[in-house]
């Protein structure tokens, strides 16, 4: 399931920021194929960088996983260069219709005459760092966990049905088409569901930061310019004295009202999207895009572990992967 929600976490961002099928999902783009293998690559070799005490020796004498790098990063350039020439020559060719221009986020940077290329490349591989591992591995835990307490899943499936207004599904992409903005706003069990999956799971599960300049903490603790601070919330979605003596059960109830409303905590308490000026960005999108995937999935099939005594392990990367992925099992709820 991972490595299928890492696709097509992939495209969508891909077709939301850049307006561009990449089809990774089905791997009819080779070009396609190439980026996604280089990006994920490099996303790991530059988290080794934290352990890896001789990585800048490797970098001088290009040798080794820098060498790699380097070479991922090649495949990446120019991948993303020839995306931002075709969108250019795109602008310019559609002059004539005016709503051509606004589609997708590059766009809109190129609207406001921003043509710095390296600009242009940060902020595309900004958004698909920030967007394609976050949503598709919060989407694999919360498979796991509705694996490992089937009620729950059943219930999310039920008010999934329910709020959608289907009578009867026959068919996997006209229910999904028919997915509108306004049932998904009621599913707030499925709501509560994902945030309770993001507290136990968060995508980001330690966050860092480096002091800017010398500062002293409300508690009194100094800190110098230069110094690393993280704050962890893996670590704050578990501890009892912020979350209570159940801090380490899965319970997607603790965040509704006696109504069955979603109530959200302060994101100073439930840390996963960050909080004040740098929160993310993306926390809507990902809400309904999430929201969407698991909807139109759970309305659909039911999910079972391949292997229910295999234990689940974290894979050390920035983001917190299941370690191999998450073989499932699974069954379709309606007759074809
Ligand atoms: C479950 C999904 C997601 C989680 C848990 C998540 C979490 C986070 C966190 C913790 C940060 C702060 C990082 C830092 O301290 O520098 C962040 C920043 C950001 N996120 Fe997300 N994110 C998710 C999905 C997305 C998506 C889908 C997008 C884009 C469509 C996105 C766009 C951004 C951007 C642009 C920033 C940078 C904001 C800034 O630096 O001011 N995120 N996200």
């Known amino acids: 399931m991972q490595d299928l929600f890492m696709k097509s976490t ?5 077709k939301v920021a850049f307006g561009v099928e990449l089809d990774s999902m089905c791997g009819t783009s080779e070009e396609g194929a190439e980026f996604s293998r280089a990006f994920d690559d490099a996303s790991a070799m ?3 960088r934290y352990v890896d005490v001789s990585w800048k020796i490797k970098k001088f004498l290009n040798i ?8 991922n990063i090649r495949i990446m350039d120019n991948f993303v260069y020839k995306l931002i020439k075709r969108k250019i020559e795109q602008m310019h060719n559609s002059t004539d219709d005016p709503s051509m221009k606004k589609e997708d986020i590059l766009s809109r940077f190129l609207q406001v005459t921003e043509t710095d290329q390296t600009y242009l490349r940060d902020i595309i591989l900004n958004f698909i760092i920030a967007g394609k591992d976050t949503t598709a591995a919060t989407l694999s835990w919360f498979i796991y966990m509705l694996c490992k307490h089937p009620t729950i899943q059943e219930k999310v499936a039920r008010e999934v049905k329910q709020m959608s207004n289907v009578k009867e599904i026959s068919d996997f ?3 999904a088409a028919s997915m509108g903005e306004e049932a998904l706003e009621k599913m707030h069990y499925l709501h509560a569901t994902i945030t309770e999956t993001l507290r136990l799971y968060p995508a980001l599960p330690v966050d ?3 002091c800017f300049s010398d500062d002293v903490f409300p508690d009194g603790f100094n800190v110098r310019e230069g110094d690393m601070v993280s704050f962890q919330p893996y670590a704050m979605g578990r501890m009892k004295f912020i979350w209570g003596d159940d801090a380490e059960d899965f319970r997607p109830e603790r965040w509704l009202d006696s109504n069955g409303v979603f109530q959200p905590e302060s994101p100073f308490k439930f840390t996963a999207f960050q909080a004040g000026p740098r929160i993310c960005l993306g926390k809507e999108f990902a809400y309904r895009q999430m929201k969407i995937f698991s909807a139109v999935l759970l309305s659909c099939f039911t999910f079972k572990l391949a292997d229910a005594k295999k234990p689940v392990n974290y894979r050390t990367m920035i983001n917190l992967h299941i370690d191999g ?3 499932v099992s699974i069954t379709r709820r309606y007759e074809s």
């Open 173 to 175: 992409s006209s229910f």
């Open 325 to 327: 992925g998450l073989p």
């Open 10 to 14: 992939l495209d969508s961002i891909f």
């Open 64 to 71: 080794g996983s820098e060498a790699a790098l380097k070479k």
């Open 208 to 210: 860092a930061k480096i």
């Open 46 to 48: 530059t988290l080794w």
